[in-house]
């Protein structure tokens, strides 16, 4: 099993709805990463988590948290969000804190209303 | 911080080579990629270099890898419509972090 699987695959939501996204390896990956990416933009790095600790925060608004319950699962909350956030939110995994390649899921179209 | 440009756009013909590249500023880069995505859909790892090395090839892709210059390059042998994606060149630096460049959008002319 190579997969990264995110759902749901398209989700609208309010401003003032809270929603989560979920993504699930069975790669016995131990990093695994949220991006955020724009129409027609490269995917920016949100968060990594390494060991279900969150090594890295690239300065990401607090209406989204995210949150790795266990080394398979990777969840983002969303809260409070704004007509901006409107994007393909992606996760990926990779082995570890070694550099090896990234797996990424389908992803997550997100539409802010 | 890291810096990683790509030309927008490329047209080529069906069975022609396709050459994408790619320049990046990061030295301490360890693993440079490919990735491909589809309209609507998430990102496809298509190969991957080792920073020490200087051709990777698999089947028909071809990777250069010049870290003199920090320039990474991307050929498709016998470029078919089914290639035509934009085109990401990524590298990771330190702390697990993968940068991704501006995308290339390759268009395949029958």
């Known amino acids: 099993d190579t997969e990264v699987t995110q759902t749901p695959k398209h989700l609208v939501m309010g401003m003032t709805n809270k929603k989560s996204l979920k993504c699930e390896q069975h790669?016995?990956?131990?990093?695994m990463y949220w991006y955020k990416q724009k129409a027609k933009k490269p995917p920016e790095l949100m968060f990594v988590?390494?060991?279900?600790?969150?090594?890295i925060n690239e300065s990401v608004p607090s209406r989204f948290s995210p949150e790795c319950p266990n080394s398979s699962l990777l969840n983002l909350h969303l809260h409070a969000l704004q007509p901006e956030d409107s994007a393909l939110y992606l996760c990926?995994?990779?082995?570890?804190?070694?550099?090896?390649?990234?797996?990424f899921g389908q992803g997550t179209r997100l539409t802010v209303v | 911080g890291e810096d990683v440009e790509q030309s927008l756009f490329l047209s080529v013909r069906e069975g022609d080579s396709s050459v994408i590249n790619c320049t990046y500023t990061?030295?301490?880069?360890?693993?440079l990629y490919w990735y491909k995505q589809e309209p609507g859909a998430g990102l496809q790892l298509l190969t991957y270099?080792?920073?020490?090395?200087d051709m990777k090839q698999d089947q028909r892709l071809t990777v250069l890898l010049n870290k003199k210059d920090k320039h990474l390059s991307l050929r498709i042998a016998d470029t078919q419509t089914g290639d035509s994606a934009i085109y990401f060149c990524?590298?990771?630096?330190?702390?697990?972090?993968?940068?991704f460049g501006t995308g290339t959008k390759l268009q395949v002319i029958p």
């Open positions: 990926a995994s990779s082995q570890g804190q070694v550099s090896t390649e990234a797996f």
């Open positions: 990061d030295s301490s880069s360890t693993y």
């Open positions: 270099i080792f920073s020490n090395m």
């Open positions: 988590y390494s060991y279900e600790k969150l090594s």
């Open positions: 790669m016995g990956h131990r990093a």
């Open positions: 990524a590298e990771r630096g330190g702390y697990q972090k993968v940068t």
